[in-house]
Nanobody, 126 residues
């Protein structure tokens, strides 16, 4: 199982970025995928989750209305569109896959996820 997040970079306040999470080594359709972030000196926090089919999405209150997660199972890729970025969004962003297939998980809890990709750094400058 491999996950690789990409698409991070340095942007100004109010700008947008789209992160991608490329997955391999498992049947994409079977698993929810979560996005987490970790800012310097802070704990890793759940940002969003998309169910295996893509029919449902969940967001942290801090990003609701600004971030949108989607997936293309045919391309084994999950995306997170981030709009209206703020300095507090600065963090390393990770995508992760849960231990078990399906969608019954505490999506914002890091311990629910077994596989993690290498993160991608997002820096929002004011």
């Amino acid at each position: 199982v491999q996950l690789q997040a990409s698409g991070g970079g340095l942007v100004q306040v109010g700008e947008s970025l789209r992160l991608s999470c490329a997955a391999s080594g498992f049947t994409m359709d079977d698993y929810a995928i979560g996005w987490f972030r970790q800012a310097p000196g802070k704990e890793r926090e759940g940002v969003a989750m998309i169910t295996n089919s893509g029919h449902r999405t969940y967001y942290a209150d801090s990003v609701k209305g600004r971030f949108t997660v989607s997936r293309d199972n045919a391309r084994n890729t999950v995306y997170m569109q981030m709009n209206s970025l703020k300095p507090e969004d600065t963090a390393v962003y990770y995508c992760a896959r849960p231990s078990t297939p399906g969608n019954r998980l505490l999506w914002g809890v890091a311990a629910e996820y077994e596989y993690w990709g290498r993160g991608t750094l997002v820096t929002v400058s004011s």
